[in-house]
T-cell receptor, first 115, second 109 residues
């Protein structure tokens, strides 16, 4: 158990809908990262938050947004869902700014299926 | 060309064999990570290293910074080692992970 929790585990929804994925980092970790794993693209970085502030952005679509709350949990909002958004969404956390001294710990993931 | 390349893509071996998975990268990095993903989907961090060698049980990870290359070795492989092994790097000045495509390892009893 990494100490990172994600809810829900599974989500099935229809095209055009909006969903929210939730992540609670390990106790004391300030950084939260969101990653998407799809069959055709593999694992890709979406966005990072550090202590409530957006720190880095990757291949995140404009239909997707995220935030980190004062209690350090994070939410990833996906809207106007398309079939291609079906994927595993992972959250990871680390203790500081990441990089050399901070290992990332992964949550169990949320499997999103868009029908 | 991907920033992180892994080989082989698939590897099948008999129980007890010594396993090597390779990772090459093309950018300057602050750290390299080896991750394990089991069929259920969860990802476990095995190693994070920026130089030299690390060992944990039957797993050994090495990195050669000059050659931009890392290897993951598994000694006395066991069917429970069957999983996808993913190499990822953290660039300098950047905390995000960039991933290789993974190596699917199957150990046959």
């Amino acid at each position: 158990d990494s100490g990172v929790t994600q809810t829900p585990k599974h989500l099935i929804t229809a095209t055009g809908q909006r969903v929210t994925l939730r992540c609670s980092p390990r106790s004391g970790d300030l950084s939260v990262y969101w990653y998407q794993q799809s069959l055709d693209q593999g694992l890709q970085f979406l966005i990072q938050y550090y202590n409530g502030e957006e720190r880095a952005k990757g291949n995140i679509l404009e239909r997707f947004s995220a935030q980190q709350f004062p209690d350090l949990h994070s939410e990833l909002n996906l809207s106007s869902l398309e079939l291609g958004d079906s994927a595993l969404y992972f959250c990871a956390s680390s203790g500081g700014l990441g990089g050399k001294y901070n290992e990332q710990f992964f949550g169990p993931g949320t499997r999103l299926t868009v029908l | 060309k991907n920033e992180v390349e892994q080989s082989p893509q698939n590897l099948t071996a008999q129980e007890g064999e010594f396993i090597t998975i390779n990772c090459s990268y093309s950018v300057e990095i602050s750290a390299l990570h080896w991750l394990q993903q089991h069929p259920g989907g969860g990802i476990v961090s095995l190693f994070m290293l920026s130089s030299g060698k690390k060992k944990h049980g039957r797993l050994i990870a090495t990195i050669n910074i000059q050659e931009k290359h890392s290897s993951l070795h598994i000694t006395a492989s066991h069917p429970r080692d069957s999983a996808v092994y993913i190499c990822a790097v953290t660039d300098f000045g950047n905390e995000k992970l960039t991933f290789g495509t993974g190596t699917r390892l199957t150990i046959i009893p």
